[in-house]
């Protein structure tokens, strides 16, 4: 059995008992130490109440009768264990720079150096989607390309441009 604690473990421990545990599993790219080193069939227990941002590509399989199990102790942790895959933003701002934005207070912002597909929050212990601002009442309509309705700015000839709508 091996553990894991995104929030508080250590991938130089050995992983084997809740005081020693990891903070990514084997198979996180972002693993090193003792956890990367790990192999074989385990029982993997990750910590309830954390979020486990790392990504898990599964190197390894188990055997008939003998499978690698992911799962939580009810007696470590309280919540649920949650394996999001994602990256936690920080660094939020309050308030529109653009005079032209009514109530600029109701608006928080934030400069990301990659293009997310979609954003969650977690609030009060739930996880709900953030609509990302677009365009006014702009929806979502292909959840698989949530580019497909986003505006685009295409230069004409002779230099003038038009904006349009993706398709």
């Known amino acids: 059995m091996r553990y894991v604690d995104f929030a508080g ?19 996180d790219g972002a693993a090193a130490g003792e956890a990367k080193a790990c192999k074989g069939i385990n029982t993997y227990v990750f910590k309830r109440g ?23 102790d009810p007696a470590w942790g309280t919540g649920e264990a949650m394996i999001y895959g994602s990256e936690r933003v920080t660094g939020w701002k309050q308030g529109a720079e653009n005079a032209d934005i009514p109530e600029p207070e109701k608006v928080w912002w934030v400069d990301l150096d990659f293009l997310p597909r979609s954003v969650w929050e977690e609030r009060d212990g739930k996880v709900q989607r953030v609509e990302l601002a677009r365009t006014p009442n702009w929806k979502e309509s292909d959840p698989e390309n949530v580019l497909s309705e986003w505006w685009q700015w295409r230069i004409r000839s002779g230099g003038r441009g038009t904006a349009r709508r993706r398709r």
């Open 9 to 27: 473990g250590d991938d130089a421990k050995d992983g084997k008992t809740k005081e020693t545990a990891w903070k990514h599993h084997p198979w």
């Open 50 to 72: 954390v979020v486990y941002r790392g990504t898990l590509v599964a190197t390894e399989s188990g055997e008939a009768g003998n499978p690698i199990r992911l799962t939580s």
